[in-house]
């Protein structure tokens, strides 16, 4: 479901134990408690900030035109522990929920309903992100806004967003490699249509989003979908000249062969001539936004806290062209994917905080692989080697068991357990979606396990 920068100092080295006075006080900010002329701080449990994901589409039912929802949501919230909120203002139709000029506002979102997929409008003109920040902060909650990034349409109702509205935005659509062909993104079956990120307008596009969004008083800003759609995107003609022009002005004649197969969705065994070097300039890419949309937040507001989340499974994640880890991670020892340079373009450092997706099945919480929980976050946390000051990892609760192989009660008591398992792993935690939690009614499992992880 779902697939972060800062000048923040030196990386966190060595291990001294802090003992804390109050291990249950959830208002203790974790930045005070990193210091950057202590390299051996560690962090207790109590002072580790948990967030929670408000998903704009699932809970425009409940929020799109009620405040006083808004109010009832957070103070359970509040109640079950947790610090942080992290509302989606752009979901993947790619308009918003913030005021911007940039962009279109959001009208109108699809989300379930009594189990039909029931279209929502808004009808209030107040300002959606605004209500948040305002209500959070009220109750101490630090409040962070979330885009879905390389995003510009979706399917549903015949098509929203600006690759609908907008003809002359056509090129800004990615090439998907198909087994038809190259053809854009538009021609294809994919419900999320998403930009091309190498394209230059594109990148622009975003960071002036960014720019006034940053205009708000939020704590932080998260970018979600940062990446590429899939190992068959990007291949417009735009990419193949940047790509050569990376190779050192190579001409490619055998396009996207060279590369990888017409319609490949996973690597060959025998890896094509500049397959590897497709992957070291994707992630090139991708590294070069992150520090152009870092240096558009901090230029409007240098505290904000920016960052991004990433799916935990980094030995599959070239796919989305993206290296979440530190520079100081040599990729290529572990993965024959890799080059020596693919090191060079881990972004960890650029950020000031990152949510990973542990979304292991509720039948695996401990561990030390990907997929499960407790892996992923310390998986993580070895590769990003203290580049980035905050790592927090956690579930998807709602889509973690798609085959039904657990039981309700094993769910409710994998949330429990999640919470000390990633907490103890990593520097937070992070739960996709409130509206899991509120569907469900399982507040009181995700209580349990934050006082268990914070005691």
Wanted: glycine content about 8%; proline content about 2%.
């Amino acid at each position: 479901m779902k697939i972060k920068s800062g000048p923040i100092g030196k990386c966190l080295l060595g291990l001294v134990l802090i003992f804390t006075l109050s291990c249950g006080n959830s208002s203790t900010d974790y930045w005070d408690k990193l210091d950057e002329d202590d390299e051996t701080t560690i962090i207790e449990n109590a002072d580790k900030p948990r967030y929670i994901w408000i998903d704009a589409a699932a809970n425009f039912p409940d929020f799109a035109n009620n405040k006083e929802n808004i109010t009832r949501d957070l103070l359970l919230v509040k109640d079950a522990g947790f610090t942080d909120i992290v509302v989606d203002v752009r979901p993947t139709t790619g308009d918003v929920l913030f005021d911007t000029d940039v962009v279109d506002q959001v009208k109108y979102l699809y989300a379930w309903v009594s189990s039909e997929y029931t279209q929502i409008q808004r009808t209030t003109t107040w300002d959606y992100l605004q209500a948040f920040i305002d209500e959070g902060h009220k109750l101490g909650l630090k409040v962070h806004a979330a885009i879905n990034t390389f995003v510009g349409g979706s399917t549903i109702n015949g098509g929203t967003g600006v690759l609908y509205r907008d003809a002359s935005k056509a090129n800004w659509a990615t090439q998907m490699n198909t087994s038809s062909g190259i053809i854009s993104v538009m021609n294809t079956g994919e419900s999320t249509k998403f930009l091309n990120p190498v394209n230059e307008d594109v990148q622009t596009y975003i960071c002036n989003i960014l720019k006034d969004l940053a205009k708000y008083n939020v704590d932080g800003i998260f970018l979600d979908r940062g990446r590429f759609l899939g190992i068959q995107s990007d291949f417009s003609d735009y990419t193949r000249q940047k790509f050569q022009e990376y190779l050192g002005n190579v001409n490619i004649t055998n396009y996207p062969d060279d590369i990888i197969s017409v319609g490949a969705s996973s690597l060959p065994s025998t890896y094509p001539k500049y397959l590897m070097r497709w992957l070291e300039f994707r992630s090139k890419v991708m590294y070069d936004f992150m520090s152009k949309a870092r240096d558009a937040v901090k230029s409007v507001n240098s505290n904000i806290k920016f960052g991004v989340y990433v799916g935990g499974w980094y030995s599959t994640y070239y796919e989305a062209g993206v290296n979440w880890a530190s520079s100081k991670f040599d990729t290529s020892l572990k993965y024959n994917w890799a080059t020596k340079v693919y090191k060079n373009y881990g972004y960890a450092a650029l950020m000031d905080q990152m949510l990973i997706g542990a979304y292991a099945s509720p039948l695996r919480v401990m561990g030390a692989t990907e997929w499960t929980m407790e892996g992923f976050c310390s998986l993580a946390k070895d590769k990003i080697k203290g580049d980035c000051p905050i790592v927090a990892g956690g579930p998807d609760v709602g889509n973690w068991d798609v085959s039904n192989q657990a039981t309700q009660e094993q769910e409710n008591q994998a949330i429990v357990a999640s919470v000390k398992a990633c907490m103890d792993a990593c520097d937070g935690y992070f739960l996709f979606d409130i509206i899991h939690l509120k569907l469900s009614d399982q507040w009181q499992y995700v209580k349990e396990g934050i006082d268990l992880a914070i005691k």
